[in-house]
């Protein structure tokens, strides 16, 4: 955020106080509990997904991880979980 970058972030519930004490609304918070994230964010940004997706999630969750990743867009893979 400090280059000018909006931010989304996926976290348990538990974590959102956080994530909102961060500066983050509930428009840009979802679940990394189930993939709704994907249709939520695709929604706020209208359809275009997100520029940058930095992900450390597996399965399904990295198929909808990427297919919010924006045309010219960056997926950065931190787990170790889900190689492709």
């Known amino acids: 955020r400090h280059l000018g970058a909006e931010v989304f972030a ?16 509930g428009d840009h918070i979802a679940s990394s509990r189930d993939v709704g994230f994907e249709e939520k964010f695709r929604a706020v940004t209208g359809g275009r ?22 045309p010219g867009g960056r997926f950065l893979e931190m787990g170790k979980t889900d190689i492709r």
Do not use: H, P, Q
Request: no cysteine.
């Open 49 to 70: 997904g997100v520029d940058v997706v930095l992900n450390a999630l597996a399965g399904e969750f990295v198929d909808a991880s990427l297919r919010i990743t924006a």
């Open 10 to 25: 996926t976290a348990s519930e538990g974590k959102w106080d956080v994530l909102r004490g961060l500066g983050l609304d």
